[in-house]
RNA sequence: GCCAGAGUAGCUCAACGGUAGAGCACCGCUUUCGUAAAGCGGGGGUUACGGGUUCAAAUCCCGUCUCUGGCCCCA
């Protein structure tokens, strides 16, 4: 078992790193890379002011894979615009030279800004520290207040592209003027280039909303409005599995079932606090007899009237209940996309009841199953310790030690190493929040663990103790997969479509190559079906090359083509997704392998 | 919600003021074939929806819905 989980663990980690070379950048030149990118953002903006005299400028600093300018423009910056920018760019560029560098006193800096008028950066210099240096990048007789560094000169070889444009409020606040930003990325080498580029044309081809159509996944209609998917049902097989998984975890566990209704009267969530601190997140009420009722945004209020519907003793806990709970969260509309971001979700969500004393083995016990869950799925993760937030949060002091020692502890026991988030706790405890990395490098979040002060205190939750006496119980919350929708849609992204065995749609397609051989292949598919796989027999009239396009298309993992020879010998041919290879084998060889594949959901294939 | 862009057959796209088209998919007939598209034929669109301009609108204008890229927020 160890040894396959390493095997498990080791393929993964390869077709990680496999995948993710195409994003890293060799380290070239004397200056960073980030430098680079800013160097460019500058000399983008000067690009920008010579083709839309009168532009303001915002910042423009260097991100994850790029960098970004945010400008204030006359008139709309449209997409076919930015190759206008490259070719000015390209022309300042060659006449550049050097970047200077000069230090100014906060009123020079202010009067050299006034002179152009540049509004923002007249704010931004002005929320500049006192005692801080104050300083401009010039280049090529255009100058930004800019705290550096910078790249020396321009007249070195770098390669940069301009991808896109977007709205982006300044400072980040909605309340702000929207600026327009433009996003591009820049390398040392045309090679680094191309290779973020193909990089990026990857990203596209796992894209969940396009594998989504073409394997005929799932939808959205404009009927039923943004933010709703539905299931078909390939996709509803693979979440069959993931159901199935989730629960044999557990139930290992001692988890229970448990389920709750989808509405309840509003009442309910007045005394969660839901309303109070959720409201703008919920759908408006309903009127069910007047009264108002109200669509569950969160599980907790459910599991909570269970837990309160008699009285509970210390020798019940701790309590663990699980539910596939959906909920609905009014979401604005510019943030839906695709499974990842949408309106109606569901979780998989549970809650434990437990003593303060119990805390961190349940907190262990929790953080053990987010690692055989996300390692099952070929998912490495980090984890994160989040703090008590700075501004308003609940409970006493030693109340957040005593939790956060506990979640330091559970993680000890548990093997897992904690990167700590400053404050990123919510207000009413402190959580463990996990990022998973895809096969494309890219980071989600999706497990949380996350101890409650708040809900036991204002539900008024308790139990009796060994002495008779009646004690608040700690409440945890965690999800794993934490939406059923997002954490599928990274799925298909991070296969890329390619289900491993145990997940996919369809397992097995049996080809008879004529007529006489679909009775074998039929009955083969007949075993198949009758060990819980998912097979199609593709016994019609059409030709055999065009099958294994149709199977290969729908990125099925086996392929069994069976003629005379195959019939004869009780054999199958055996075609495995993405292998030239074919081998013949005895059809309960194949099985055995089959069975063995789906029954330790292995990521070999 | 905000800024910008978009919505034509199931999918990918063409037509961009003058009769809405192609490939794939789908259906039918023929083909029974040894490894990634057999041949022939056929059906399918109130051009997202509603209004307007015009002799004439997929095409121009307005509104709504949905989607895309971001901002903000989040599972």
Redesign the pocket.
């Known amino acids: 078992m160890a040894s396959e989980k390493a095997a498990k663990a080791e393929n993964a980690a390869a077709s990680v790193a496999a995948k993710a070379a195409g994003k890293v950048a060799p380290l070239q030149s004397p200056f960073p890379l980030a430098t680079l990118r800013h160097s460019v953002s500058h000399l983008m903006a000067s690009a920008v002011e010579a083709l839309f005299p009168g532009a303001q400028f915002g910042f423009g600093p260097a991100i994850e894979h790029g960098f ?1 300018y945010d400008f204030e423009l006359p008139e ?4 076919r615009a930015l190759e206008r920018i490259e070719n000015e760019m390209r022309r300042i560029a060659k006449k550049a030279g050097a970047m200077v560098c000069s230090e100014y006193t906060r009123e020079e800096a202010a009067a050299r800004l006034e002179k152009r008028g540049q509004k923002y950066k007249l704010e931004a210099v002005q929320s500049i520290p006192a005692g801080e240096k104050i300083t401009f990048y010039a280049h090529a007789g255009w100058e930004d207040l800019c705290e550096g560094p910078h790249i020396d000169r321009f007249d070195r070889p770098f390669f940069f592209k301009l ?7 300044w400072r ?3 309340k702000n003027p ?1 600026l ?2 433009v ?1 591009g990325t820049a390398f040392w080498t045309k090679e680094d280039l191309a290779q973020h580029l193909a990089w990026l044309e990857e990203v596209e081809r796992c ?1 969940h ?2 594998l989504g ?2 394997l005929d996944l799932f939808s ?4 039923a ?4 998917i539905f299931w078909h049902p390939k996709l509803g097989a693979v979440r069959r599995e993931m159901e199935k998984f989730w629960w044999d975890l557990h139930q290992a566990r001692g988890y229970m079932p448990v389920y709750t209704p989808h509405v309840a009267r509003e009442t309910l969530f007045a005394v969660s606090g839901h309303l109070e601190n959720y409201g703008d ?1 919920m759908y408006a009420p309903m009127a069910i007899d007047e009264l108002p009722y109200r669509v569950k945004p969160m599980n907790c209020p459910g599991h909570i009237l269970i837990y309160q519907n008699r009285g509970r003793s210390y020798r019940e806990l701790p309590l663990r209940w699980a539910e596939l709970g959906t909920v609905y ?1 009014y ?13 109606g ?1 569901t ?1 998989d969500d549970s809650h434990i009841f437990c003593t303060p004393e119990q805390l961190p083995g349940e907190i262990a016990g929790v953080l053990e199953l987010v690692r055989t869950l996300l390692s099952t799925y070929g998912f490495e993760f980090t984890a994160y310790l989040a703090t008590r937030p700075k501004e308003k949060s609940i409970g006493t002091e030693e109340v957040w030690e005593r939790a956060i020692a506990a979640l330091k502890e559970g993680a000890a026991k548990a093997g897992i190493p904690l990167e700590l988030d400053e404050g990123g706790g ?1 207000f009413y405890g402190p959580k463990i ?1 996990f990022k998973m990395k895809d096969a494309l490098g890219r980071e989600w ?4 663990v996350q101890c409650d002060f708040n809900l036991p205190e204002r539900f008024e939750l308790s139990f009796t103790d060994k002495d008779g006496a009646k004690k608040r119980p700690i409440m945890v919350h965690r ?1 794993i ?3 059923l ?3 599928t849609g990274v799925l298909i992204e991070h296969y890329g479509g390619k289900f491993p065995f145990w997940l996919a749609p369809t397992q097995v397609a049996l080809i ?7 009775e074998y292949c039929r009955e083969l598919a007949a075993r198949l079906g009758a060990e819980g796989l998912r097979v199609t027999c593709m016994d ?7 099958k ?3 199977a ?2 729908d990125k099925v993992p086996f ?1 069994l ?7 004869a010998e009780r054999k199958v ?1 055996v ?1 495995q ?2 292998l030239e290879q ?1 081998e ?1 084998v005895p059809f309960e060889e194949f099985l055995e392998r089959a069975r063995q594949l789906a029954r330790t959901r292995s990521l070999v294939l």
């Not at 979401?331 to 309106?343: A, F, P």
């Open positions: 970004y709309p910056l449209e997409e991808q896109r444009v977007a709205g982006a409020y980040g606040d909605e929207m327009q930003r996003y894209d909303r396009h159509t073409e959205h209609h404009q009927e409005g943004g933010g709703f997140l969260r979401e604005r509309s510019g943030v839906l996309h695709g499974m990842l971001r949408v309106r979700f979780q919510a929040d979040q999706t497990s949380t999800a997969y934490g939406s929708e997002r954490f008879p190559i004529r007529e006489a051989h679909g019609d009239a059409a030709h055999m090359n065009k294994i396009k149709e290969a298309h392929l083509i069976a003629g005379e020879r195959e019939v041919t075609r997704r993405d074919q013949s």
